[in-house]
């Protein structure tokens, strides 16, 4: 497991683009046969990836890694599955995994298996957790049972659907929110008038790019801009001090998964757009 070291909103302004992106990108997720972990120091977030093949991989701690017998001794994971079908089992019940569906595991379990139906057309199974002090029920949630709300339009090229799968209305979870949001055709920019919380960090991981296609991804404090490219695949944290919005150069969609004080999905902070520097 990799560790991302935090750093803060002074030191950030005078890091250069290689610096920025070693702080804050997560990059080589999705390694076919393999499991991908993350460790972050903000919010101790752990942000991975499995893509199994043809045997299943397990999700699991050592001691070296999260000092636990188990991943989930003492933390909650969302799991949302980007590629073809599979099935994640959970401490022996199995739960099939279509393209878009989200997976909630709970604090307790011992096991985690994740398969794919087909190794020529393999589950890519995308993993954020946080700590938790609660125990809550293992749920799938299909992308046709997540609650989709509708925003932007064509006008400002930011018309797009925000599906939410663990919140407070849908999935139950300790302190973990996540879903993920699919931008119409010729729609490009995501959340923007841009935003910052105090209270919860978050990740994104962008997917669904087409060939050659980027994703300039707007962090830092909203007078003190910076960017990171951002390519399939790749995922970027976002402290409590940063803005998180990005412009593609083409449509694409991106997973979003929060961690912090509370569930709050509309608590923010917006930043109006001529205050942004």
Known sequence: MKTKYATDNIRYRRMTTGELREAFLVKDLFDEGAVVLTYSEVDRAVI????????????????????ADHFCDRREVGILNIGGKGTITVDGTAHEMASLDCLYVGRGTKDIQMSSADARSP??????????????????????????????????????????????????????????TLLKEGSVWNTFPCHTHQRRSEVYMYFNLARDSIVFHMMGEPQETRHLVMHEGDAVISPIWSIH?????????????????NQAFDDMDPVAVGDVR
């Open 48 to 67: 991975g990836s499995a893509v199994p093949l043809g045997s299943p991989l397990e999700l699991k701690a050592t001691k070296e890694t999260l000092a």
């Open 123 to 180: 589950a890519k199974y995308y993993i954020l957790s946080y700590p938790a002090h609660a125990e809550y029920p293992t749920v799938r949630v299909k992308q046709a049972e997540a609650n989709a709300v509708h925003l932007g339009s064509s006008a400002t090229c930011n018309e797009r659907t925000i599906y939410q799968y663990i919140h407070t209305g849908g999935a139950q979870s300790c302190q973990l929110v996540m879903g993920f």
């Open 245 to 261: 919005s990005g412009a593609g150069t083409g449509s694409y969609c991106f997973c979003w998964g929060m961690g912090g004080e």
